[in-house]
Nanobody
Framework: QVQLVESGGGLVQTGGSLRLSCLAS????????MGWFRQAPGKEREFVAAISRSGRSTSYADSVKGRFTISRDNAKNTVYLQMNTLKPEDTAVYYCGAAARELTMQKNNYAYWGQGTQVTISS
């Protein structure tokens, strides 16, 4: 069982930055590939970024490539999402998830989810 708690969301202006954190409970954090997803009102939850168990490999949605960076600290049971050059279309609730499958972009492969953190970008 893994419990995930996101933090770091907020309201920022276009072009600003935010750093999201996701703290995982339990001793098995390093056995999971981690991912960030987001869901805007009226839309499906969509993939944003994923990171391998070791942290050496990452993958990104095309819409955030070059602006967002996912990282993890297995000693702290935490995964991060650094978001730069934010745009109004990045506005959404951001969720972190834990998956047994490495670097998966499919939300159905994620067994555990946090409660989400709201990110709002003003134009």
């Amino acid at each position: 069982q893994v419990q995930l708690v996101e933090s770091g969301g907020g309201l920022v202006q276009t072009g600003g930055s935010l750093r999201l954190s996701c703290l995982a409970s339990g001793r098995t954090f390093s056995s999971y590939s981690m991912g960030w997803f987001r869901q805007a009102p009226g839309k499906e939850r969509e993939f944003v970024a994923a990171i391998s168990r070791s942290g050496r490999s990452t993958s990104y949605a095309d819409s955030v490539k070059g602006r967002f960076t996912i990282s993890r600290d297995n000693a702290k049971n935490t995964v991060y999402l650094q978001m730069n050059t934010l745009k109004p279309e990045d506005t959404a609730v951001y969720y972190c998830g834990a998956a047994a499958r490495e670097l998966t972009m499919q939300k159905n492969n994620y067994a555990y989810w946090g409660q989400g953190t709201q990110v709002t970008i003003s134009s």
